[in-house]
Nanobody, 118 residues
């Protein structure tokens, strides 16, 4: 069992920045692909950014160039740096961990609210 705890959400004005953090409670964090998802009201949860165990990253088209995902295996942490935020980025952001060879080992955090509004 892996517990994920997100932090760093809040209210920010359009054009502003936030950095989300996700702390993972596992001694084998380096064996998990990590991702950030978001879900806005009445919308499905969607992938925002992911990073593999090898450090390869991918992004949704809507955030590419504005968001950056990173991980620190020594600290069991994954981050999402969000710049140039827009109103449409408003959502609950969730951290996800999926074992790199056992995808059934799939875990979610409780989510953190990001609101972009003036």
């Amino acid at each position: 069992q892996v517990q994920l705890v997100e932090s760093g959400g809040g209210l920010v004005q359009p054009g502003g920045s936030l950095r989300l953090s996700c702390a993972a409670s596992t001694s084998i964090f380096s064996r998990y692909d990590m991702g950030w998802y978001r879900q806005a009201p009445e919308n499905q949860r969607q992938l925002v950014a992911s990073i593999t165990t090898y450090g390869s990253t991918s992004y949704a088209d809507s955030v590419r160039g504005r968001f950056t995902i990173s991980r620190d295996n020594a600290k069991n942490m994954v981050y999402l740096q969000m710049n140039s935020l827009k109103a449409e980025d408003t959502a609950v952001y969730y951290c996800n961990a999926r074992h790199y060879i056992a995808p059934g080992l799939d875990y979610w955090g409780q989510g953190t609210q990001v609101t972009v509004s003036s």
